[in-house]
C-alpha cells in the first residue's frame, strides 16, 4: 500500500473507506494511527487482525471537545478544564463510556479514551467523518511506533486500505494518557504533555500510575525491536562498552545525545538532540533505522531522569503497544 499524499479528493476516498468500514491509517502530531469508524466493531476488529493483538482498549479521535458527550457517560469538569488548555493536542482521557460505545473499542472495560488531535490532517479527516475514529498506533503489536507514512507501509502492508502521508510527525512519542474516570487523577502513560502542566491546570494532585514509573536503568529486552538487543546505559557505561564490544568484534549502533558520546568512532553513531522535545520526533525514526542494519546490539545513552525526559524514559523502559 503506497501512502497517498493529503488532497480534498484523498481525505474524500478515506472518509468513504472508513464508512464502508475499511481501516484507514493517517497522521496526528504524535504517532501515525490505524484508524477504523469507531461505532462499528466489524470495522474496530480489523484494526486487530492488522496490528496482530485482540482484547487491546483503543484511543477514539475526534473533532471536536463538543464530542465528548456522544462517547462519555459523565464528563467531569476537570476533562473540560484538560480539553479547553491541551485540545486539539497529545492529551488522552480516559472517561467513563457511555453504554452505546462498543466493547470492542474499550477492550470490554467501562472507560473510553478519547483524545483531539493536532494535525492538520487528522482533523480534516474527523471533520470530514464526523463520528469518532478509534486508532492505536498503526503499527504491529510489539512493533516501533511509526512516525512517517512509509513506516506505515512497511508495518502494515496492504492490510490497510489507505495511507494518508501527512509527513514526520511532529511531537513524534504516544500522547499522555490520563485517567479521569474515579478519584484522583493518574497519568497512565507520560507524554509530551507533563505532570505539572495537568497539575498547573487541575489544581489537583495527579498520580503517576505505578505502570509508568521508571524502571531502574540496565539491561532491557527492547520489545519494539525484537531482532536487535538494546542496552540503555549512562554515558561513561555505553563508551566502555562500545570499546569491549568492538574488541569483541561485534556490529552496533548508538543513539546518543551528549557531546562526550559523539566523539566515539562508531560507524552507526546517530546523535540525536539534547533537548527532550527535539529528541522525541527523532526517537522512532532512529530506532527503526538501527533496528533495520542488522546490528548486534543497540546501545542507547540514559537520558536524565527529570520530567522533561519523562516520556523518551518511559518509551525506553518498556515496550509500546
Ligand atoms: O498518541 C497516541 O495516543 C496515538 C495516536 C494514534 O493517537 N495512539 C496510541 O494508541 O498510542 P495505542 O493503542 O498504541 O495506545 C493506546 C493506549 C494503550 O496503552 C491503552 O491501554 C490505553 O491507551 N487506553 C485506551 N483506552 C483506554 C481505557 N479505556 N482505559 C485505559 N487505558 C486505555
Ligand atoms: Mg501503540
Request: net charge negative.
Amino acid at each position: 500500500m503506497n501512502p497517498k499524499p493529503v488532497t480534498e479528493e484523498s481525505i474524500r476516498y478515506a472518509v468513504e473507506l472508513l464508512r464502508q468500514g475499511q481501516l484507514v491509517a493517517f497522521p496526528t502530531e504524535t504517532v501515525y494511527g490505524l484508524g477504523a469508524d469507531a461505532a462499528n466493531p466489524d470495522a474496530v476488529g480489523k484494526i486487530f487482525a492488522a496490528k496482530g493483538l485482540a482484547d487491546h482498549p483503543l484511543i477514539v479521535h475526534i473533532a471536536s471537545a463538543a464530542q465528548i458527550d456522544d462517547w462519555a457517560e459523565t464528563v467531569p469538569e476537570a476533562a473540560l478544564r484538560l480539553a479547553e488548555r491541551f485540545w486539539p493536542g497529545p492529551l488522552t482521557m480516559i472517561l467513563n463510556k457511555k453504554s452505546a460505545v462498543p466493547s470492542a473499542v474499550t477492550g470490554g472495560q467501562d472507560t473510553v479514551g478519547l483524545r483531539v488531535p493536532a494535525n492538520p490532517v487528522a482533523l480534516q479527516l474527523l471533520q470530514a467523518f464526523g463520528g469518532g475514529i478509534a486508532a492505536p498506533s498503526a503499527n504491529r503489536f510489539g512493533h516501533i511506533s511509526p512516525t512517517q507514512a512509509q513506516h506505515v507501509a512497511e508495518e502494515l502492508g496492504d492490510s490497510v486500505a489507505c495511507i494518508l502521508d501527512g509527513g514526520p510527525c511532529s511531537v513524534g512519542v504516544e500522547s499522555t494518557i490520563i485517567d479521569l474516570s474515579d478519584g484522583i487523577p493518574a497519568i497512565l502513560r507520560p507524554g509530551r504533555i507533563t505532570r505539572s502542566q495537568l497539575k498547573a491546570v487541575l489544581q489537583t494532585d495527579v498520580r503517576l500510575s505505578p505502570q509508568s514509573k521508571i524502571r531502574a536503568p540496565g539491561m532491557m529486552a527492547v520489545h519494539y525491536a525484537p531482532n536487535t538487543m538494546a542496552l540503555l546505559c549512562p554515558a561513561d557505561t555505553l563508551i566502555a562498552m562500545t570499546d569491549d564490544l568492538c574488541a569483541q568484534g561485534k556490529h552496533i549502533g548508538i543513539l546518543a545525545f551528549s557531546a562526550e558520546i559523539a566523539e566515539i568512532p562508531c560507524l552507526h553513531l546517530l546523535r540525536l538532540p539534547a533537548d527532550a522535545e527535539l529528541y522525541e520526533p527523532a526517537l522512532y525514526s532512529s530506532l527503526r533505522a538501527l533496528d533495520n542494519l542488522q546490528l548486534d546490539t543497540i546501545l542507547i545513552e540514559q537520558p536524565p531522569d527529570n520530567e522533561a525526559w519523562a516520556a523518551v524514559n518511559d518509551r525506553l523502559n518498556k515496550a509500546t503497544v
